[in-house]
């Protein structure tokens, strides 16, 4: 281990970066994607490469595209030996990092260019290929790019790798395919970036550029409750691969947890399955990993017995929801107010019990202002509702976005109540659930902190001849696994989850199909999804 005492140009580098990351908030930090990589990680991934790599990088050519104050150079450069390093560059877009940067390395050979990594590369002026990228890119968000900044980068890196990025891809994304198709053919590559595209649309066009365009040799993901970089709000995982075509039943090391070194799981995958699977957090399958998926794709899951939907956007929940009782004080007309959950941080209990009106039988009572009749309609006949409307305009809340494409603006989204929920986000690790399911008896609705789950099929049929059952549909959703659940859903860093209705309609529903065969019959259309399962069960 190289130790910072050992090592004053490092010592002097975190002095510095200590500064300059004062003068920020770690929103602006966050906006600009701006997160050192720890050093003792930097050297870490360094000592990694240079161990896959062996003689391939006998001489180094080293480049950071968005190289910061120099944390992955300056750990190069321990690594490596100055010797070793025939030439470097560094690229950075904030002038306070880009001198400082030069201050602490040029005279060690260091090249540093001021400027957008992504222009310079696609310029005449673009520096010399080299055959080392080690890379922490800003994770920009793709919210805050610009829109024709989106677009420039979608035509780049088609141009330059063949690749077509999703616009919902962050600008690491571009960053990756960019430097890659800068890199010299069989380079070698480190790069630390959200492990999000793992799992999501927008990252297939990714996977697919790993899977087949370049070798992918280590995926290492941190454990989420481990946040690399303090307060960035993301979980990450370091990516080593060597710019050369994959040989055949190539295998990938997918590690979780712990470190480079000492990672907590471990598994070697390979690149047909690689290629075939939706999600990538789920390698390495083993119990450490807090990510598996129970579905195979072939049984019957959630999706086949329940329709998913978020709960709905009021557009202001403050605006918009109100304590039941207040509301009757106001005189508003019970026909334009409709029982709604409060927030799952509020909600104690999971199991809801209706009073005679359909209202929960839990405090808080809060009730939904929906209505449809027109605005002369209520002035007339419902003149205090009216009145409590006239006071959204200086609130701000006719201009949402949401409010503002309704007619009537205070018409809601139409829900049905569903007898059961599940929340959206939450936390929890091992076999805990991240998310709560709920048995609604009341006739409320949820907000989308919820996701709203509506029997269908044969299950709605069973229910309804048998609403007695509904006691055990619900103890079999609380039986999902927290690793099911982490599995179909994402990851935040910090270990904030989420799930969206296409991923828990993903989770397995074998327990339901065991537990009542007869649910399979009602999916006879669907004979050969269910075949192997229906031979399982013998029916
Ligand atoms: C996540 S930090 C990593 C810094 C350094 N490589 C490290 O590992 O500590 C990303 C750096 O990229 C810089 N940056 C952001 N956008 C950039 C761009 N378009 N071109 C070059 N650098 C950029 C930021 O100012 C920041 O210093």
């Given at each position: 281990m190289i130790a910072q005492r050992d090592n004053p140009p490092e010592a002097r580098r975190q002095a510095v970066q200590a500064v300059l990351d004062a003068r920020r908030s770690a929103g602006e930090r966050n906006r600009l994607g701006q997160f050192a990589t720890p050093n003792a990680l930097a050297i870490e991934i360094v000592q990694y490469v240079k161990s896959v790599a062996g003689r391939r990088l006998r001489e180094v050519r080293f480049a950071d595209p968005a190289i910061g104050t120099g944390s992955f150079y300056s750990a190069a450069l321990a690594v490596f030996g100055q010797q070793r390093i025939k030439s470097a560059v560094g690229v950075e877009l904030d002038p306070s990092f880009c001198a400082a940067a030069r201050d602490l390395w040029a005279e060690t050979g260091l090249d540093l260019v001021h400027g957008d990594f992504t222009r310079i590369i696609a310029g005449?002026?673009?520096p010399v290929a080299p055959n080392l990228i080690l890379a922490n890119p800003?994770?920009?968000?793709?919210?805050?790019?610009?829109r024709q900044d989106k677009e420039r980068l979608q035509a780049l890196a088609y141009r330059m790798a063949g690749v077509k990025v999703n616009g919902l891809a962050g600008l690491y994304v571009y960053f990756l395919l960019l430097a890659t198709a800068w890199m010299e053919d069989g380079g070698y590559a480190a790069w630390l970036i959200p492990s999000e595209f793992m799992d999501v649309n927008y990252g297939a066009a990714l996977k697919r550029y790993l899977a087949d365009r370049v070798t992918l040799i280590r995926a290492h993901r941190f454990a989420p409750d481990d946040v690399q970089f303090g307060d960035a709000l993301v979980s990450s995982v370091v990516l080593v691969f060597c710019k050369t075509q994959p040989p055949p039943r190539h295998t990938v090391e997918f590690t979780f947890g712990g470190t480079i070194r000492r990672p907590h799981a471990s598994d070697f995958i390979l690149l047909d399955k690689l290629r075939e699977s939706r999600k990538w957090t789920v390698y390495p399958s083993h119990a450490a990993n807090d990510r598996r998926t129970s579905s195979d794709g072939n049984g019957p899951t959630l999706g086949h017995f329940f329709r998913i939907q978020r709960g709905i956007a009021t557009g202001s929940n403050k605006f918009f929801v109100l304590d039941r009782r207040d509301a009757e004080r106001r005189r508003?007309?019970?026909?334009c107010l409709r029982p709604i959950l409060p927030s799952p941080r509020l909600l104690k209990t999971t199991v809801i019990e209706a009073d005679e009106d359909g209202?929960?039988?839990?405090?808080?009572q809060l009730c939904l202002i929906d209505c449809d009749l027109p605005e002369e309609v209520l002035q007339t006949r419902h003149p205090a509702l009216w009145e409590y409307f006239q006071t959204a305009a200086a609130l701000g809340i006719k201009q949402g976005y949401l409010v503002s494409k309704r007619s009537p603006w205070y018409r809601q989204e139409q829900r049905d109540p569903a007898p059961f929920l599940c929340t959206y986000m939450g936390r929890g690790s091992g076999p805990k659930q991240p998310f709560r399911f709920i048995w609604n008896r009341s006739q409320a609705i949820g907000t989308n902190l919820y996701l709203m789950l509506h029997p269908k099929n044969a299950l709605a049929r069973m229910l309804r001849d048998h609403p007695d059952h509904a006691a055990e549909v619900f103890a079999l959703l609380g039986r999902v696994t927290g690793h099911e659940l982490r599995g179909e859903g994402r990851v935040y860093g910090g270990g904030l989850n989420k799930i969206e209705p296409s991923e828990l309609a993903r989770i397995s529903a074998a327990a339901f199909v065991e537990r009542w065969p007869e649910l399979l019959s009602g999916l006879q259309q669907q004979g050969e999804l269910f075949g192997k399962m229906s031979g399982r069960l013998g029916a």
């Open positions: 005449s002026r673009r800003p994770y920009v968000r793709h919210h805050h790019l610009e508003f007309p019970k026909r209202y929960p039988l839990i405090e808080p």
